[in-house]
């Protein structure tokens, strides 16, 4: 993908940014990144039929508004992916997960879940704490010869690692198509077969082993954000079978007791939450 | 001893529905933050909100720890709100889409004093009718 760089620059940083940073909104530039000294605002475009004459209105805004100059020219690619793996080593997580990043050697044990991951950019690393939490509870959670749905699933790590822990069936899906390529790259990285797909929500999917109706999956895995996991509770609670498991991450701790209320709502229990650095994960049971 | 600030990064992303796009994930790896990390939690504080766009004021430390902080949705985007208006004016010299009374400026003008660094509200207010000019949203002072 290549990308095209709009650099503004101005005398001085205006008393408010937000006026400059709408012009770029505007014509299609949500992520700016700005600096007061020097005064300049950027965004980048990517290279698309009709980037060239968006970012030639935008230009003349930004000239409109008081620019001293408007930059523009193709983005150069600094090897911003690599300066962040640096820094991905390969780690232990709960009692047999080891979480490798594609570029580091590791003297694994016999009996040793080796995930192999490339997360590329999508979420999920094993080393955030939402993420590792997660891979954790993933051992207390049922899986082994369960039917399991990943709602988010990300880099695939935690289906990657249901596949790992015996599960019958994985279905992943996210809502970002990236991710979803991601997970599947991953899985193959990995040797495991993963049903995969592109979906913002779970209604139309059914585990592949299963031929009856919902409910459907004795696990569910939602490492996503708080208020997904509040507006799913009631779709997740109707594919979940009774007994089954809905296993949640990714919450602030700030917002754990709505999550809390929402699954009790949709007829969830907690059976076990766990806590780091601010984030929670729990297991519910249906 | 306090630590070193190595990186200030000034960014504006919308809430709930950031990515390592360029040129947010660039900004963030040179610093040496693992982005996706950062990117989940702005997502998470900033869900309720979606719909903005926010600034957010990343400061980053010698031995990579990182603090955040973020700011009041753009200024621009409380204007349209409160006036009623999706888009600012394409010309705002001569177009005007919409007004803002005195009380809603103010209320704008509270709601952004922290991110304006400035503790008169007056002062405030001046800034926000600016901005409201500057699309195209007449003040009625």
């Not at chain 1, 983005?75 to 594609?102: C, I, L, M, N």
């Not at chain 2, 705002?92 to 709601?111: F, H, M, N, Y």
Request: with cysteine.
């Amino acid at each position: 993908m290549s990308w095209i760089e709009v650099k503004a620059s101005f005398d001085q940083s205006p008393e408010d940014w937000s006026p400059l940073i709408d012009l770029f909104v505007r014509h299609g530039c949500e992520n700016t990144l700005q600096t007061d000294f020097p005064a300049t605002i950027l965004a980048c475009v990517v290279e698309v039929p009709g980037a060239r004459a968006e970012i030639e209105a935008l230009s003349l805004e930004l000239r409109a508004a008081g620019a001293r100059e408007v930059l523009v020219g193709p983005y150069e690619e600094q090897d911003w992916e690599e300066a962040w793996k640096k820094f991905f080593k390969p780690r232990r997580v709960g009692k047999s997960f080891v979480v490798r990043p594609t570029w580091e050697e590791f003297d694994a044990l016999p009996e040793d879940l080796v995930i192999v991951l490339d997360p590329g950019q999508a979420f999920g690393t094993g080393d955030h704490p939402t993420t590792r939490m997660c891979l954790a509870l993933l051992e207390e959670a049922g899986i082994p010869g369960s039917d399991v749905l990943d709602l988010g699933c990300g880099s695939g790590i935690l289906s990657i690692g249901s596949a790992m822990l015996g599960a019958k069936s994985v279905l992943a899906i996210d809502v970002d198509a990236l991710a979803v390529e991601v997970t599947k790259a991953n899985a193959a990285l990995n040797k495991i077969t993963l049903e995969v797909a592109v979906s913002d929500g779970i209604v139309e999917h059914q585990p592949p082993t299963s031929s009856h109706k919902p409910p459907a999956y004795d696990v569910v895995l939602s490492n996503i954000i708080s208020a997904a996991l509040i507006r799913f509770a009631n779709d997740i609670s109707r594919v979940v079978k009774p007994g089954g498991r809905w296993m949640v991450s990714g919450i602030l701790n700030p917002n754990w007791l709505d999550v809390k209320k929402a699954a009790e709502k949709a007829g969830f229990k907690l059976e076990k939450r766990v806590e780091e650095d601010d984030w929670v994960a729990a297991i519910f049971l249906r | 001893m306090a630590k070193r600030v190595t990186h200030n990064i000034k960014l504006n992303i919308p809430a709930g529905k950031g990515t390592p796009a360029p040129p947010v994930g660039p900004a963030l790896g040179q610093a040496g933050i693992n982005m996706m990390e950062f990117l989940k939690k702005f997502n998470e504080q900033t869900a309720p909100q979606m719909g903005f766009v926010m600034p957010v004021e990343i400061t980053v430390y010698e031995d990579r720890s990182y603090a955040f902080k973020i700011k009041q949705p753009l200024t621009t985007d409380l204007i349209k709100r409160a006036a009623g208006i999706e888009t600012g004016a394409h010309n705002p010299k001569t177009e005007k889409v919409g007004t803002l009374s005195r009380d809603q400026l103010r209320s704008i003008a509270k709601a952004k004093m922290p991110d304006f660094n400035t503790e008169d509200e007056e002062a405030a207010m001046r800034i926000v009718a600016g901005s409201a000019r500057q699309m195209g949203v007449k003040v009625d002072w």
